[in-house]
């Protein structure tokens, strides 16, 4: 079974400041791992996903995460927000690209100016 | 890249009728569909899976007879709504998964619709 844990349903940070949304994941098998990011009355956009090879994961609009197999972590971080990163975020597990998803509860972040 | 379409995005209904939300692949081939729901400041919740041409596989606790799923061809599902009551207003997105040419699926989520029930 997969499930995926978000720490933090609320995220504040400063324009400029380092973005960080934590995520943890149970899996029993490897797994595929998603952000996604949800603006007000939108669908959601990828921001990026590790399916295998290198850990760290570059996205779109100067995302990234890291998969720590040891932690069973999937963080999501960003050097410096902008007012635009303003949205709510999900992580989610898969078993594969093509199965179903299992989404955190997710996380909203605010950007402070 | 790919695109996942729903239609109506919005809609308004009267409790005790019926509501046919469509999911559409305008540019590939989705073998599957997945009906996801999320309720105000919630996660997105797996409903149902849909493949094309057989029944539709329920998560548990979701009425397979009140939300009716028919992926009748390879681009298009419909979650049909029946006799809808005001604490089945929610988001409702589709996502379907597409192969990819190196091998692989992947899969594209659509914009939602929103449901609300008087």
């Known amino acids: 079974a997969q499930s995926v844990t978000q720490l933090g349903s609320h995220v504040s940070v400063s324009e400029g400041a380092l973005v960080l949304l934590r995520c943890n994941y149970s899996s029993s098998v490897p797994p595929y791992l998603f952000w996604y990011v949800q603006y007000p009355n939108q669908g959601l956009q990828l921001l990026l996903k590790?399916?295998?090879?290198?850990?760290l994961v570059k996205g779109i609009n100067g995302f990234e995460a890291e998969f720590k197999k040891s932690e069973t972590s999937f963080h999501l971080t960003k050097p410096s927000a902008h007012m635009s990163d303003a949205a709510e975020y999900f992580c989610a597990v898969s078993v594969y690209t093509g199965n179903q998803f299992y989404f955190g509860t997710g996380t909203s972040l605010t950007v402070i100016p | 890249g790919a695109v996942v379409s729903q239609h109506p995005s919005w809609v308004i209904c009267k409790s005790g009728t019926s509501v046919k939300i469509e999911c559409r692949s305008l540019?590939?081939?989705?073998?599957?569909m997945f009906w996801y729901r999320q309720f105000p400041k919630q996660s997105l919740m797996l409903m149902a899976t849909s493949n094309e041409g057989s029944k539709a596989t329920y998560e548990q606790g979701v009425e397979k007879d009140k939300f009716l799923i028919n992926h009748a061809s390879l681009t298009l599902s419909t979650l049909t709504v029946t006799s809808a009551h005001p604490e089945d207003s929610s988001f409702y997105i589709c996502?379907?998964?597409?192969?990819?040419?190196?091998?692989?699926?992947?899969?594209?989520f659509g914009p939602g619709t929103r449901l609300l029930v008087l």
């Open positions: 540019d590939f081939q989705a073998t599957t």
């Open positions: 590790y399916t295998t090879g290198a850990t």
């Open positions: 996502s379907a998964s597409a192969l990819l040419r190196g091998g692989g699926e992947t899969q594209y």
